[in-house]
C-alpha cells in the first residue's frame, strides 16, 4: 500500500489562502496521477484539482482561477494552494493517488486515498 498524509487544513475568513500538502510514502515503483478531492457534508465527493506525471492538470469550474495543484521534483508530494477561499469550499479535503508499488514480480496497480483534512471558510 502507499501512504498519503495531508496537512495545511484549518479555519480562514472569506477571502484567505490555504496550502494543502500531501506526502506520498511506501513501496512506490511510480505515480500516475496525484489529486485533491472533497466533500461537503451531505454531498458527493467531488474532484477538486488533479495533476499527471505528464504535468498536465485539471480543476472542477468553481475553483478555476483560485486553487493551483503543483507538485515537487521528486513526485512524492502535492500540493494544493487555495486562494480567494469562499464558505462553499468548506469540506473534508482528500488526497488521492494512482500508480505502481514495487512487488516481488511485476510492479502492481494502487489507488490510494488519504486520511482528510478539514478546510472551514468562515468568519
Known amino acids: 500500500q502507499v501512504q498519503l498524509v495531508e496537512s495545511g487544513g484549518g479555519l480562514v475568513q472569506p477571502g484567505g489562502s490555504l496550502t494543502l500538502s500531501c506526502e506520498a510514502s511506501?513501496?512506490?515503483?511510480?505515480?500516475?496521477?496525484m489529486g485533491w478531492y472533497r466533500q461537503a457534508p451531505g454531498k458527493q465527493r467531488e474532484l477538486v484539482a488533479r495533476?499527471?506525471?505528464?504535468?498536465?492538470?485539471n480543476y472542477v469550474d468553481s475553483v478555476k482561477g483560485r486553487f493551483t495543484i503543483s507538485r515537487d521534483r521528486g513526485w512524492n508530494t502535492v500540493y494544493l494552494q487555495m486562494n480567494s477561499l469562499k464558505p462553499e469550499d468548506t469540506a473534508v479535503y482528500y488526497c488521492?493517488?494512482?500508480?505502481?508499488?514495487?512487488?516481488?514480480?511485476?510492479?502492481?496497480?494502487?489507488?490510494?486515498w488519504g486520511q482528510g483534512t478539514q478546510v472551514t471558510v468562515s468568519s
Open positions: 488521492n493517488a494512482v500508480g505502481y508499488i514495487q512487488t516481488a514480480t511485476i510492479p502492481r496497480g494502487f489507488d490510494d
Open positions: 495533476v499527471t506525471s505528464g504535468g498536465s492538470t
Open positions: 511506501g513501496r512506490i515503483f511510480s505515480i500516475n496521477a
